[in-house]
């Protein structure tokens, strides 16, 4: 029949948007929200077509027909769907914009919906599409300030008309019979007036049956409409409807219409809520008519040929308020919102607090009281409390008497299951923000599925259907699957239906209760993507146009995120599951790019043109799918296999080798492998390149962050790929130049990269000075762009037919091999490091290794702009310095300026050691900033800590003095002259360190006394070298005039000889090779550590003074004052130099000193001289010519050494206990390389041979001192020392006069026991 129920929506309207229900927000976001509607939608689109994914809506959406032409699927789940059946018409809109309250309903028979206000109702045909004509109708006199009228649509007279019933709030009634083809127009109509009471209004109206309406009115009073007459010719009719029951209700409702009052009227303080049809009866035009109050539940039974029947009232709040507080363990208030039919029972929407539930009641007979046989607890809860009459008001609406029924909330329209379905079901379905549910209406001729009508203010005519069928669960699907099929089902809806905003007005809302990561959510949201990324969705249908199936599938994998993103559920996903999503994404963008490019191909022969196809065949071979095999693998491999792409990669990679080898047996077969390589860089430059843009233009979207897990596109045989197909790009160019391009040729021969070998078979570096990228091959005054126009300007621009657009393409591609190559191996490398595996480092010593090789690459053949690009986008500083003085050297300062305001420190310390490299020490110390001075200074302490003899360390005081730091510029002097390597540069540096102390001492008054340290230092280490200096000049003048080119270790060797005796030289003959290579060093100026010139002062048993012509300076005194005092001057330097000893050697030194000393004198003749009868004269006379004595009287008076810190007994003189240290690290320079005092020699253990040599000698001196202290030298000793001590506090007398006094008891003792 062609009825539609009306269901008033009153709803206040401010700026074209209905507030109401879930509408209350305030006034300004609903102007704002009117305004900008539309644009936002168009936005939405608009940016979603720019992003990295680019669609054709045409291609994309699935049943996207016009609605003139059908419906247009919404939404489709498991057991429910969504349409769009017709558009609101602009009339319309503007009438729901323009009033305060508008009542609202369509009807699904006659396809006809209205909209109406109290003054204008607006009917047209949803069916017609945007042909629609709109009616407008005049609606009855409503009086001041009356709401909108109830309406309601019935069956028009003729054939495609539909009639109107109106009932404005006053109870005055307008029935048109004809709206489309009446030929009176709007005009033309029915009239009556209900009589109702001063304070009642009219409600609502529906249709009972066919020509019969019935009329509610606010206190519960019922009117019922005839629209036929006893002819059965259109006509109004209306009475009101008494509660009194049999044929005599008839005459006492008429006769109470009549005298203006209603027979049984219900209590005052009741209310209507809602008025419901029920089922047909036993008696023939007879209808169950339902109302609801706010209390009571009453069933009428109404009929346009017999008397109507009240069958029952019933009080509903008692009847319901234990079983509903019991279910809802609550003692929440009661409020009732709708009833409607089920079958023979009634249901009633009850809400208490924020819980929603439908109550079944069934009566026993007709006229029996009902009785609740089922609650149905919604999991829909409202946001806020509903009202129970009015357009805010919740409906229920059951399709055919069930068994599925539907709740329209003013923004959501929930589908449930009745009890007597026997299964828990339920789905909500939400509109977009600014939207709202005016009409619901059953569609009753539905058997399949159950269905309504939903007239929305936005989204227009919609119909949505559910379905009662259980969905077929396989006993394979696991728990967790089963678990999050519900958000599964979530996902999809949002994914397939609800990514186009503008084209769809339902909101997609993705729910998650979780706290923290959610596994069901997750797990669903991967299959989702996987099922999309593999082609088994069956959201996505097949087609065989594969560019539109991949774009489709493209778009859908990246809704995927953008709905949990939409939905604040991101972070409910683990790191590695939003990798996953966007891996799956990156795949179909790279299958698409592939599918483009293999498109292009397709009208060409060749190896090269089918190398895709037989990846793609080869893949589905190996893989074990032959049975998938078809005629087209390629096109298999697309719909089915993009999951794999990484793999095809990786397998092209592994067969191009042998398909090269094999093409290189012929001439054409040689043109042929050139074609391969370049189609497999271009192959490899189409899946990454779009997978890794995707990556990082969405980075926000998926928020993976640091550290990522492994993504596929790190596979170590893709970096291995990648890699080859940058060194084979460049040697095709290098190849294809040689017969092509001469010029280029030429440049790119004359270049040598880093990793290239050198002469010395060591690879190069990118600092060496043989790496050169200039460009040999041009004229002074040719231009780059003169040199490469023959490229810029090939008339072919065919690469497969031009051999120079070949080499162009060839050229062009570098750049983005390059750029791919290094983003997976800075990925790669930064996921080793972050799981600390030892990998990390010896994939990026590669990385740093073959970086600045394919980035100098670029510049001889003219990328050097690409160059600069991708240096400075992976930081590769040290290429970024060369290319500015090799590719630009002309604006080689305005880069160097550009680059250290963007790089900062970095990039100077990085430009400071290409300088200090090439030894630039000009431009190096040439700064004219005051920041860059601070990394300058910060930089050469750096690199004077790591090797104090490099240099920089002799250097750096240049940059001190120019910034007036003399304090640091005097130490850095010390430590340089102190490991200066010769005399002169010790001399030099450290008088320069004394003028840069008195500097410092201008302009700082007060020194504090570790400056004042370090100046004593400065002088003892002045005294090393005047020492040094003398010592060289002594041996000199031992030798005689010489020739000036004799050689260095003959005049070593007659210095040796002359300085010590034969019985030295024959009994210790390893310490006499250690004193000849000291000497010779020496002799070459190079400045000996303290050590090893106390070795040349104490190994020779025979100098003597010398007749040294004196100089301005007396240095001939000076030399023979050092070989008299030699001991007490090695005690007296190591002593001065003990600051910067470690102890084992400053011990090891000092006890060499003097058991050399013990051993200068002839102990067993003094003994023999000296025992028995002798007086003290004779005794004394002995000591005091003794070596012994003059060593300790010099340390002891003259040099004031500390006792007993500078002092031995012979006891302790012994070397046994050095011995380990002097074979294995003291002396091991002597018989090492020639440079031996090079500090960055890693010195080889001494031979077995040598090491016993030394250990020989040594053990030689031991046996000759414990000779000595048999022959009473520890008595001898202390009786020297006392006669040094006695001498140090006598006044000095002259020679003759007698000094010594035997005043030593225990000295006596000791000399008469010897």
């Not at 005629?631 to 999951?643: G, I, M, T, Y």
């Not at 500083?877 to 080689?892: C, G, K």
């Not at 050469?940 to 104090?948: C, G, N, T």
Request: with cysteine; hydrophobic share 45%.
């Amino acid at each position: 029949m062609f009825t539609s129920p009306s269901v008033r929506t009153r709803r206040r309207v401010v700026g074209g948007r209905a507030l109401g229900g879930e509408q209350q927000n305030s006034q300004r976001q609903s102007q704002e929200y009117s305004q900008e509607y539309s644009q936002e939608a168009l936005s939405e689109a608009s940016q979603e077509q720019t992003s990295v994914i680019s669609y054709n809506d045409d291609d994309m959406e699935l049943a996207q027909e016009p609605a003139s032409e059908g419906e247009h699927t919404l939404l489709r789940g498991d057991r429910h769907a969504v349409f769009e059946v017709g558009a609101m018409p602009s009339a319309a809109r503007q009438l729901v914009a323009s009033s305060d309250e508008v009542s609202c309903g369509v009807s699904d028979e006659a396809r006809f919906a209205f909209v109406a206000t109290a003054s204008t109702c607006v009917v047209w045909s949803f069916a017609a599409g945007s042909s629609a004509a709109v009616h407008r109708l005049a609606m009855p006199d409503a009086g001041e300030g009356a709401g909108a009228p109830s309406v309601a649509l019935v069956a028009g007279v003729g054939a495609g008309d539909v009639g109107v019933v109106a009932v404005s709030g006053l109870g005055h009634v307008r029935y048109w019979d004809r709206v489309v083809f009446g030929l009176g127009g709007a005009s033309q109509f029915h009239s009556t007036a209900l009589a109702l009471s001063p304070t009642d209004r009219c409600e609502q109206i529906v249709e009972a049956s066919a020509g019969l309406l019935v009329v509610a009115t606010r206190s519960g009073a019922i009117y019922q409409l005839t629209l036929l007459t006893a002819q059965g010719a259109a006509g109004l009719d209306a009475r009101a409807l008494s509660r009194t029951a049999g044929s005599r209700g008839g005459v006492l409702s008429r006769m109470a219409s009549l005298l203006g009052g209603t027979a049984g009227e219900g209590g005052s303080d009741d209310q209507l809520v809602s008025v419901a049809r029920g089922s047909r009866t036993e008696i023939r035009h007879s209808r169950e008519v339902y109302t609801l109050t706010r209390s009571r539940l009453a069933k009428w039974v109404v009929s346009s040929a017999h008397p109507e029947r009240l069958a029952y009232s019933a009080d509903l709040r008692q009847m319901l308020a234990d079983s509903v507080a019991q279910a809802l363990r609550s003692d929440a208030e009661l409020h009732f919102h709708d009833v409607a039919a089920a079958g023979s029972d009634v249901c009633v929407l009850v809400s208490a607090g924020p819980s929603l539930v439908v109550a079944t009641l069934r009566a026993a007979h007709v006229a029996s009281e009902p009785s609740v046989t089922g609650l149905t607890l919604l999991r829909y809860t409202a946001p806020h409390s509903l009202p129970q009459s009015g357009g805010g008001r919740p409906r229920l609406v059951i399709p055919a008497g069930g068994p599925i029924m539907f709740v329209a909330f003013d923004q959501t329209v929930v589908a449930a299951a009745l009890p007597a379905l026997g299964s828990s079901f339920e789905e909500a379905v939400k509109l977009r923000y600014g939207d709202c549910v005016l009409a619901a209406t059953a569609i009753d001729d539905q058997q399949a599925e159950s269905c309504i009508l939903l007239a929305c203010r936005r989204a227009g005519i919609l119909r949505m259907a559910a379905t009662a069928r259980q969905v077929p669960d396989s006993g394979m699907v696991d728990a967790d699957t089963r678990i999050g099929r519900p958000q599964q089902e979530q996902i999809e809806q949002a994914v397939f239906f609800g990514s186009d905003a503008a084209r769809n007005p339902l909101a997609f809302a993705i729910t998650s209760d979780a706290s923290g990561l959610d596994a069901p959510l997750q797990a669903a949201a991967l299959r989702v993507s996987h099922a999309i990324l593999d082609g088994s969705s069956r959201f996505v249908a097949d087609r065989l146009d594969i560019g539109a199936l991949l774009r489709e599938r493209l778009r859908r994998a990246h809704a995927v995120a953008q709905a949990l993103a939409d939905n604040g559920l991101t972070d409910k996903l683990s790191p590695a599951a939003r990798a996953q999503l966007c891996a799956n994404v990156e795949k179909l963008a790279a299958a698409q790019s592939l599918w483009d490019l293999q498109n292009a191909a397709w009208a060409r022969a060749g190896p090269a043109m089918q190398l895709l196809a037989n990846l793609a065949a080869a893949f589905l071979e190996t893989s074990g799918q032959q049975q998938q095999q078809s005629k087209d693998p390629l096109r298999l491999f697309f719909r089915l296999h993009c999951a794999a792409i990484g793999d095809l990669l990786v397998l092209m990679h592994r067969r191009l080798p042998a398909l090269t080898r094999a093409l290189a047996v012929s001439p054409s077969g040689v043109k042929d492998g050139q074609m391969v390589s370049y189609e497999a860089s271009r192959i490899a430059a189409a899946v990454l390149q779009p997978a890794l843009a995707y990556r990082f233009q969405n980075a926000r979207l998926y928020a993976v962050g640091d550290p990522a897990p492994e993504r596929w596109t790190e596979h170590p045989a893709i970096a291995d790929m990648l890699v080859d197909r940058l060194e084979a790009s460049y040697n095709l160019c290098r190849d294809l130049s040689a017969h092509h391009f001469q010029a280029l040729y030429e440049r790119i021969t004359a270049t040598a990269l880093p990793g290239d070998e050198r002469p010395d078979h060591h690879a190069l570096g990118v600092f060496d000075d043989a790496v050169s990228v200039s460009h040999v091959s041009l004229s002074p005054d040719e231009e780059e762009e003169d040199a490469l126009r023959p490229l810029a300007s090939a008339a072919d621009d065919d690469p497969y037919a031009s051999p120079l657009a070949l080499l162009r393409e060839t050229i062009d591609q570098i750049g983005p091999l390059a750029n791919l190559c290094f983003r997976v191996f800075v990925d790669r490398i930064a996921r080793l490091a972050a799981a600390s595996s030892a990998a990390s480092d010896d994939l990026a010593q590669r990385y740093d290794a073959l970086r600045p090789r394919y980035l100098l690459c670029l510049v001889p053949l003219g990328r050097a702009p690409v160059a600069f690009r991708l240096a400075e986008e992976y930081r590769d500083l040290p290429t970024l310095v060369t290319l500015v003085f090799v590719a630009d050297p002309t604006n080689a300062a305005a880069h160097l300026r550009r680059y250290v305001e963007r790089f900062s420190k970095d990039f100077a310390d990085t430009l400071l050691a290409f300088y200090e490299r090439r030894a630039a020490w000009a431009s190096l110390l040439h700064t004219q900033d005051e920041k860059f001075d601070v990394w300058l200074k910060d930089y050469i302490d750096l690199r004077s800590a790591e090797d104090p003899r490099a240099p920089l360390s002799k250097l750096g005081w240049i940059h001190d003095v120019k910034v007036a730091d003399f304090s640091a510029a005097a130490v850095r002097l010390v430590r340089a002259g102190l490991v200066a390597e010769e005399v002169s540069d010790a001399q030099t540096m450290l008088s320069l360190s004394k003028l840069a102390f008195i500097a410092y001492e201008s302009q700082e008054p007060e020194v504090d006394d570790s400056m004042a340290e370090t100046r004593l230092r400065i002088d003892k280490a002045l005294e090393l070298c005047q020492v040094r200096a003398g010592l060289l000049r002594y041996f000199a003048a031992l030798l005689g005039p010489t020739d000036s080119n004799i050689d260095d270790r003959k005049a070593a060797y007659d210095v040796a000889l002359y300085t010590t005796t034969p019985e030295l030289r024959h009994s210790r003959p390893a310490l006499y090779i250690v004193f000849s290579e000291l000497v010779r060093h020496m002799w070459n100026r190079r400045a000996l550590p303290v050590e090893d010139l106390i070795d040349v002062l104490t190994i020779p048993d025979s100098l003597h003074t010398l007749d040294i012509a004196a100089d301005a300076d007396d240095q001939g005194d000076f030399s023979n004052s050092i070989v008299r005092d030699r001991f007490s001057l090695a005690v007296d330097l190591l002593c001065c130099a003990c600051f910067s000893l470690p102890e084992q050697t400053r011990e090891s030194a000092l006890r060499s000193i003097w058991r050399r000393v013990f051993l200068s004198d002839n102990w067993p003749e003094i003994h023999r001289n000296t025992t028995g009868n002798v007086p003290d004269c004779v005794l004394r006379s002995e000591l005091l010519n003794t070596t012994l004595y003059h060593v300790l009287y010099s340390c002891w008076t003259t040099r004031k050494l500390a006792h007993p810190d500078w002092y031995l007994l012979p006891a302790d003189a012994f070397s046994s206990s050095d011995l380990d240290y002097l074979v294995s690290t003291r002396l091991m320079p002597q018989f090492g390389p020639e440079s031996a005092n090079n500090s960055s020699i890693q010195w080889k253990p001494l031979s077995t041979t040598t090491a016993l040599a030394l250990t020989n000698d040594y053990t030689d001196e031991d046996k000759h001192l414990q000779a000595a202290i048999d022959c009473g030298l520890d008595g001898y000793y202390s009786e020297i020392l006392r006669l040094v001590a006695e001498q140090d506090s006598t006044p000095r007398l002259d020679d003759d006069d007698e000094v010594f006094a035997s005043n030593d008891d225990e000295s006596d003792d000791q000399m008469d026991t010897d």
